[in-house]
Every structure is written in C-alpha cells, then in structure tokens.
C-alpha cells in the first residue's frame, strides 16, 4: 500500500472512523500526533477473508476506492459481519463519509463566520429518529457579530423547535453577541417520526446575524449504534419552513 494512497485515504475520511464518526487522530501533551484507526478493506485482502474477491488483482486490493479508515471496534464489528456489510453496503458507507467529510470543511462565510460541524448523528428508536448537533461558531474578525436566531430544519422543510438544550447549558440560546476573535460551542437535539430507516439525512441550520446575510448550510446526519449515541433532551417538530 503505497504511502500516498494512505495520505490521501486519510485526508478524505476527516480523521474520523467512517462509520461511527469518532475522530481517530489525537494529540499528546507535547503537540505531536498519534491515530486510534485502522485501515480497512472492502473486498477482504486475504483468500480467506470476508467478502475476498478472487477476480481483482493485488492493486486493486489496495487501491484507494477499496480502503477505509475505520476504528478498531468498527474494524471488527465489520470483518465479523458479511450479513449486515456486505460489498455494496460498505461502498456506499465509504461514498457517504467522504461526501460528508466535504460538506463539513464548506464551514467560513467571506465576511469571517465560521462554523464547524463537530457531530451530526442520529439513531432509530420505535419509528422516531433522534439527532444530535454538535458544533463550534466562530468569528475571525475583529468586531462583534451578534447573533439573532438559530434554526434548524429537516429534510422536508419542517422547522424544529429547541426544548432545554443550547450550548450545553439547560437554557438554550439562539441570540447571543460573538465578540472578535471568539469561539463559541453549541450543541442540540431534535426528533421527528418516520417510517422509512435511512442510513443518512439532510437537514438545514439558519443562522441569522444582524446587518449580515443568513448563514445557511445543509449537514448530513449519518446513521449512528446507541452506543455512539450521547443522552440529552430533544426538539421537536412545530411548524412548516
């Protein structure tokens, strides 16, 4: 497996398992960097390996397209179980990770607002769906922004309404001031019922800022276990965007 190959595998995945999201490149005390991820094939490497396909060649075996960053529980949760990951599954697991790696670094206005998708997960229970936001605002000049309205929508345009949650505070703010050079985390939850389980979703945050344009940005919320899953409150559905 070429040096390149790995670079570039682990550029595209983020630094984060392309499954349960964690992010598996740390840092020490002293500044320098270690990785808690493995690299994993699609099609098995060895003959005797799940899902090993005897009519590609070695440098397909390795090639970028059949290789993954995973963490080591994900690795082998994943090589135990053809059942649930099959060749296609995994595939588009890979597709649906790097595209959502992109979606997430399209973070900084032209005016200095950034925001930074941290997490962006949901699980199925009973035919409701939960999600959970996590994120970073913020502001690379050296004036105030002030910050009037965050909103959140689902993929059919439904407004979602906050409940105790913001900030990782039991009062959630949606208007607040970020001053120069500031940083602010923000987090959520939110629900909403539906029939059909689906292994990612696009949803829609509006940020509204005073004399500014909107911020407005489409995440991607991948399929998560309850295990990845943090507890918290909720939102939920009021009214149409």
């Not at 602010?184 to 689906?198: L, N």
Request: proline share 2%; aromatic share 8%.
């Amino acid at each position: 497996m070429e040096s390149s190959t790995i670079k570039l595998l682990y550029a595209n995945s983020g630094g984060r398992c392309a499954l349960c999201k964690v992010v598996v490149i740390l840092s020490r005390e002293d500044g320098t960097e270690y990785h808690t991820s493995e690299i994993a094939h699609i099609r098995g490497k060895r003959p005797k390996a799940l899902r090993h396909d005897s009519t590609i060649t070695d440098d397909e075996i390795d090639d970028i397209s059949n290789l993954f960053v995973l963490c080591p529980t994900c690795h082998t949760m994943v090589d135990k179980n053809q059942t649930d990951y099959p060749v296609e599954r995994l595939v588009q697991l890979k597709h649906n990770h790097e595209d959502w790696v992109r979606n997430q670094l399209d973070r900084e206005t032209s005016d200095g607002f950034q925001v930074d998708i941290q997490d962006c997960i949901h699980i199925e229970e009973n035919d409701i769906f939960v999600h959970h936001i996590d994120l970073k605002m913020s502001n690379n000049t050296t004036t105030t922004m002030r910050i009037d309205d965050i909103s959140l929508f689902d993929d059919m345009g439904r407004k979602l309404e906050f409940v105790s949650r913001g900030q990782a505070s039991a009062t959630p703010r949606t208007k607040f001031e970020l001053r120069g050079g500031e940083e602010i985390p923000w987090d959520c939850f939110f629900k909403f019922i539906s029939e059909e389980e689906m292994e990612t979703r696009e949803l829609a945050i509006v940020i509204r800022r005073r004399g500014k344009q909107d911020f407005r940005k489409t995440i991607t919320s991948m399929l998560v276990s309850k295990g990845k899953f943090p507890s918290g409150v909720y939102f939920t559905t009021i009214d149409m965007l």
